[in-house]
């Protein structure tokens, strides 16, 4: 495994560890100042929504898939989906660029 993907994973990692752990301070280093997200009904969101509407107090039965990770030069995707228990909540893509040789979430797009 290439030390970019390690360093893509590993920042994937820490977003999921926001949501098992209902901390939205955590995403601190992981969303560009300019991250936007797509709800499935269309409805955009900015990075200071995705903070204050971050869920605080996840199921603990809250388990988090990933399906793929893809480099593309100085862009990648991850793609993962999100369980409570056996009951499938969502998916989601996410988009990640480098920049000065780190990575950081730039986009997401949730759909149910």
Request: proline content about 6%; glycine content about 8%.
């Amino acid at each position: 495994m290439s030390a970019d993907l390690d360093a893509l994973l590993a920042l994937d990692d820490r977003w999921n560890a926001a949501y098992h752990h209902g901390d939205p301070g955590a995403l601190e280093g992981v969303l560009a100042a300019d991250w936007l997200g797509f709800l499935p009904d269309g409805t955009r969101l900015g990075r200071a929504d995705l903070i204050t509407h971050f869920p605080v107090s996840p199921a603990p039965t809250l388990m988090i898939e990933r399906h793929a990770a893809r480099i593309h030069g100085d862009t990648a995707v991850t793609r993962l989906t999100l369980y409570e228990g056996p009951a499938r909540l969502q998916s989601v893509l996410r988009v990640y660029s480098r920049v000065d040789g780190h990575w950081q979430a730039v986009s997401a797009q949730i759909v149910p």
